[in-house]
């Protein structure tokens, strides 16, 4: 599964995550480490995580969304999210940012979400 959800029609175009660079891989580990407090999955499984950019210069820039605007981690969210991704060796800076565009929605969950939450 592809965890940059495909554009609807009328919302932004998600930008395409640094999938090719080497630190990615435990990027991606690192954000499996934070979970929903109310949803019994990692977040990069549930499709919170919409982009990981990482720049020549190992600057981290995650997009990353919620399940609801109206969530109660709103504000602590990303700031675990650069927590668990800060220590990586190499990582110079994390910025991680909300977006509600597009809206996540539960096809955005990967197959193992799905499993895990008793949806397949």
């Not at 959800?5 to 480490?33: F, K, N």
Request: proline share 12%.
């Amino acid at each position: 599964m592809t965890h940059s959800p495909e554009p609807m029609e009328g919302t932004p175009l998600i930008p395409p995550s640094s999938t090719d660079h080497p630190l990615y891989e435990q990027i991606v580990d690192a954000c499996r480490t934070v979970y929903d407090p109310e949803i019994p999955v990692n977040i990069y499984e549930l499709g919170l995580i919409y982009t990981i950019d990482i720049s020549p210069e190992n600057e981290v820039k995650i997009l990353m969304t919620l399940t609801a605007p109206g969530c109660p981690v709103a504000g602590d969210m990303p700031g675990w999210v650069a927590d668990a991704v800060e220590p990586i060796g190499g990582v110079k800076q994390v910025d991680v940012d909300l977006t509600w565009e597009p809206p996540w929605g539960m096809e955005m969950m990967s197959d193992e979400a799905r499993l895990e939450l008793g949806f397949m």
